[in-house]
């Protein structure tokens, strides 16, 4: 491959490095390629010769750089190999060249994919730890004993809502592991299931814990009986509690949140309708609610402990259960959330057995 010289940068080119370095000239030839950069495209295409940037090109399966754009960075994934990939545009004596730097991170995204699904095994255990306690107290709560006193009572109940937090926290946690592993997709247990139930999951938890919410809110469902989705139970329960659970946390006292339903098209979509009338999203912030870690600035205001993940977890396991999630809003009125899924067919036999 071409060792060219570059007037005035050849002399400090190094070929002993992590990185792969490729440089084309104005015509696109290939003037500079470094040692690491052949041994990376050998073990990419064989004996394939890079003597132009369009040789490059297709081997990353890439297409050029916008003549609007002076550099980019891009994570490829060729031939089983994860490729790093900068390149930048730059002039030498009024010369034009473009410069690729490539490394490749196979190694790195394999221990980090490991790191992560290590991590989300270990949240699993701890979960599977706290659903025992969970039930453990619930079923407290459910006795009511008369040797029980008002105080014991109130610990116990305040007890199950922060381990019902901590089961989210973790949730949402080992499915970002997941996510980040990605290997998300093979752990979601998309089937068919009545939109109704799930709904009655979500806000009975909510209402459940009313006394610790603290605060006056109406849950009002709409939906009517024997609509199915195709969608993870669990996941989806969580994401519908996300959902109930912003609306009354961040608005004022006597929330009222209004879920409908409505078939569109030719009725092979369900979307599932949030509304309520809470203090809604600051118009700056709406394109970045779904980002990891964001959060509104109006949201801030009020609670400070929030992790910003609820919302982005949202979008991304929607996504990869061929659903979707929206939203429309308007500061100090309120907000509707959109979820929109693929109908479900289950027959009578099924609902009736809650399957």
């Not at 297409?63 to 891009?74: A, G, K, M, N, V």
């Not at 926290?169 to 109704?196: C, F, G, M, P, W």
């Not at 459940?208 to 989806?236: H, M, W, Y």
């Not at 700056?284 to 400070?304: C, L, M, P, W």
Request: proline share 2%; hydrophobic share 40%.
């Amino acid at each position: 491959m071409p060792k060219g010289t570059i007037p005035g940068i050849d002399s400090f080119l190094v070929d002993i490095s992590v990185r792969g370095m490729l440089v084309f000239d104005s015509e696109g030839t290939a003037v500079r390629i470094n040692a690491k950069a052949n041994q990376i495209i050998s073990s990419l295409a064989g004996n394939a010769l890079v003597l132009s940037e369009t040789d490059l090109l297709e081997i990353f399966r890439l297409d050029i750089l916008p003549s609007d754009q002076t550099q980019d960075s891009r994570e490829l994934t060729v031939n089983d190999k994860i490729l790093l990939v900068n390149r930048q545009r730059f002039e030498i004596r009024s010369n034009p060249y473009m410069s690729y730097f490539i490394q490749d991170i196979s190694g790195e995204k394999t221990l980090v994919g490991t790191i992560h699904r290590q991590t989300s095994e270990s949240l699993w255990k701890i979960r599977s730890c706290i659903t025992s306690v969970q039930s453990a107290l619930a079923i407290l709560v459910d006795y009511q004993s008369e040797e029980l006193s008002e105080q014991t009572f109130d610990l116990l109940v305040d007890s199950r809502f922060e381990i019902w937090k901590l089961s989210r926290y973790i949730d949402n946690l080992r499915d970002l592991s997941l996510l980040n592993a990605n290997i998300i997709e093979k752990q979601l247990d998309v089937e068919t299931v009545e939109i109704k139930q799930l709904i009655s999951i979500a806000i009975n938890n909510i209402n459940s814990f009313k006394s610790n919410i603290g605060k006056r809110f109406v849950l009002t469902d709409s939906t009517p009986e024997n609509i199915a989705i195709q969608c993870d139970r669990n996941r989806c329960v969580r994401i519908m509690e996300a959902i109930l659970i912003n609306s009354i946390f961040y608005s004022k006292n006597d929330t009222q949140v209004t879920i409908s339903v409505q078939e569109l098209g030719s009725g092979d979509e369900i979307t599932l309708y949030f509304k309520d009338n809470g203090i809604g999203i600051p118009q700056e912030d709406q394109t970045h609610i779904f980002e990891y870690g964001f959060r509104a600035g109006n949201v801030k205001e009020q609670d400070s402990s929030g992790m910003g993940l609820e919302l982005h977890l949202s979008r991304q396991i929607m996504n990869r259960m061929n659903a979707s999630i929206a939203f429309v809003s308007k500061e100090n009125e309120g907000s509707v959330f959109a979820l929109s899924f693929r109908k479900g067919h289950i027959n009578k036999k099924q609902i009736s057995l809650g399957q």
